[in-house]
């Protein structure tokens, strides 16, 4: 593939995503590491910090993806003009869910 580019996603921001199971918080640190916290539902209190890729589809379209270190994967399709997240997960101890959930900015940086 070619060189890769700068992260669609800016250092401090924080968007926090509401599923109907469980809502995380993702804080993007730099332009390789973000942190996921689920701050309500299922798992609540889990927080990881990863390594995670994304790349600009068009003009308020981001994929992201990262691993947990506990070996879940988990891709999302963040639509910033309708507030949705379209996502993919593979937990680590198998299955797979699909979630779709509203996704909030909590901070611009």
Do not use: C
């Not at 800016?10 to 809502?23: K, S, W, Y």
């Not at 916290?37 to 379209?61: C, K």
Request: hydrophobic share 40%; no cysteine.
């Amino acid at each position: 593939m070619g060189s890769q580019t700068a992260s669609p996603l800016r250092n401090g921001q924080v968007l926090e995503i509401r599923f109907p199971p469980f809502t995380p918080r993702i804080t993007v640190h730099s332009e390789r590491e973000l942190t996921v916290e689920i701050v309500a539902g299922d798992n609540l209190g889990f927080s990881d910090t990863v390594e995670y890729q994304a790349a600009a589809i068009r003009d308020g379209l981001v994929l992201l993806s990262w691993q947990e270190h506990i070996g879940s994967t988990i891709v999302q399709v963040l639509d910033f003009v309708s507030g949705e997240a379209y996502t993919a997960v593979t937990p680590a101890k198998g299955g797979f869910m699909r979630l779709t959930g509203r996704t909030k900015v909590t901070s611009a940086a």
